[in-house]
């Protein structure tokens, strides 16, 4: 990486290393985007690449057991990579909660955040982070997360998490459970999976992360990136986000894009790399993008649903039944995770660690 100028070296000292955050340097008053966030013009996103009639499906699940809604869902994952569901049953209220949570860690006075920051956090099921990875962008992302570790066994650090958020992440978290076991069951049915075991639901879920994201507004948004194109890691990723929009999906063809539309009550899903992985790339891990907003402070929730650690993940044997060649091989989970974090976001690259 080449050498930042003297003042970028400030910035990111004062963001990073002494942990204020993008929100820290927001609240500075600063009206222009810094050097440190400013991508070069080939990574934004220009308006001209967003297709303004597109959407993503919008999937009602109020009966999981139409097999019109199962034939949609797999539909969905294997053509967009994204869709929307309503009518979900997780309730309005824990879903506002959540978001008024993340408003409400982040609007902490720095001395507060800062005993969460990484390094510095009572326990590391908690942290709470800045940008991807720093240490390894040019450019940096305009948002700060608080990331939750949420398997069985790290619920037990829950009395040394931020009260002001605990209570309400957990309540999300428990009750989209039945939601993402839902989703799971009718995306492996659709893989001939008949059931989903206990090893196999260590592997599907075995290691849940929720984020609470937090994007300051920024003076000007089309400079800089609120998250890179990207895939997920995960099985698949539910999404909360608020009504102020940013997220773009990669279309089909081309460098364009299209917008997901915030619908109110509605839950964002997307296919994960690890189950375009299982699947064989039946089902597929879209890029994303995040563009943060001119006046508002944009949040999102993220259940990132991801497998147990040393779970090991590869092509299905359901799915290679019929003599298909595998174009994964296997691969223990933690491995693929500490490739993901040790690069910058980079398209779907990542998927290359697994790739024969
Ligand atoms: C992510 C992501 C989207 C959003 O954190 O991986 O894509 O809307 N977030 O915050
Ligand atoms: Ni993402």
Redesign the pocket.
């Known amino acids: 990486m080449a050498p930042r100028n003297p003042n970028s070296e400030k910035i990111l000292d004062f963001v990073v290393n002494k942990g204020n955050g993008i929100k820290g340097l927001v609240d500075t008053g600063i009206e222009t985007v810094p050097d440190l966030y400013i991508l070069p013009i080939e990574e934004r996103l220009l308006p001209n690449n967003i297709l303004p009639y597109d959407s993503i499906p919008v999937i009602d699940v109020s009966n999981w057991d139409d097999p019109k809604v199962k034939e949609s869902i797999c539909d969905a994952a294997g053509k967009w990579g994204f869709f929307q569901i309503i009518n979900h049953g997780v309730p309005l209220h824990v879903l506002d909660a959540v978001k008024e949570a993340a408003y409400r860690f982040f609007g902490l006075p720095y001395e507060e955040r800062n005993k969460y920051w990484a390094g510095n956090s009572p326990t590391d099921t908690v942290t709470l982070k800045t940008s991807f990875v720093p240490q390894a962008e040019a450019v940096l992302e305009w948002k700060d997360?608080l990331s939750f570790r949420c398997s069985p066994r790290d619920l037990e650090s829950f009395p040394l998490w931020p009260p002001v958020c605990r209570d309400e992440v957990v309540e999300y978290m428990e009750s989209a459970k039945s939601v993402i076991r839902k989703l799971l069951e009718v995306l492996l049915e659709g893989l001939k999976v008949k059931q989903i075991d206990k090893a196999r639901e260590y592997t599907l879920m075995g290691s849940p992360i929720v984020?609470l994201?937090y994007?300051p507004h920024c003076p000007n948004p089309d400079f800089t990136a609120?998250?890179r194109p990207?895939s997920?890691i995960s099985t698949l990723?539910v999404?909360l986000?608020d009504d102020n929009g940013?997220?773009y999906v990669r279309a089909t063809e081309n460098d364009s894009w299209i917008h997901v539309l915030p619908i109110n009550g509605a839950l964002v899903i997307n296919i994960g790399d690890i189950l375009q992985i299982m699947s064989n790339d039946r089902y597929k891990s879209i890029e994303?993008r995040?563009v943060a907003n001119r006046s508002k402070d944009r949040v999102?929730v993220?259940i990132f649903v991801n497998p147990g650690p040393d779970a090991v993940f590869g092509p299905l044997p359901e799915v290679l039944e019929s003599g298909e060649q595998p174009l994964y091989k296997e691969v223990v989970f933690s491995d693929y995770f500490k490739y993901f974090f040790s690069k910058k976001h980079d398209g779907k690259k990542s998927m290359d660690f697994a790739r024969i």
Do not use: A, F, K, R
């Open positions: 997360y984020n994201m994007y609120g998250v990207h997920d990723t999404l986000q940013g997220l994303h995040v999102s993220p």
